[in-house]
Nanobody, 126 residues
């Protein structure tokens, strides 16, 4: 069982940067692949980025590729999403999700993640 809690959201101007964090607890951390998703008002939840438990395999949505970077600190059981060149369309609630099934390649499908945080709001003003 893995529990996750997001933090670090806030308000930032377009073109700015922000880092959000996800702290995880549970004995399965070393074999847990992590993902970031987001949901804007009146839109479906979408995949943003993922990182495998190998700490090497990463995946990004096309909309954030080159602007966002995902990383993990296994000593702290924490995953980060570094967001640069933010745009108003990045405004959403960002959710952290954990996949402790043993897959190391992050999936883009929300159904592949069994454990979710409550989300952190990121607002980008124009």
């Amino acid at each position: 069982q893995v529990q996750v809690v997001e933090s670090g959201g806030g308000l930032v101007q377009a073109g700015g940067s922000l880092r959000i964090s996800c702290s995880a607890s549970g004995r399965a951390w070393s074999r847990t692949t992590m993902g970031w998703f987001r949901q804007a008002p009146r839109k479906e939840r979408e995949f943003v980025a993922g990182i495998g438990y190998d700490s090497i395999t990463t995946r990004y949505a096309d909309s954030v590729k080159g602007r966002f970077a995902i990383s993990r600190d296994n000593a702290k059981n924490t995953v980060y999403l570094h967001m640069n060149s933010l745009k108003p369309e990045d405004t959403a609630i960002y959710y952290c999700a954990a996949d402790s099934s043993g897959r190391f390649d992050p999936e883009r499908d929300t159904s592949m993640y069994a454990h979710w945080g409550r989300g952190t709001q990121v607002t980008v003003s124009s």
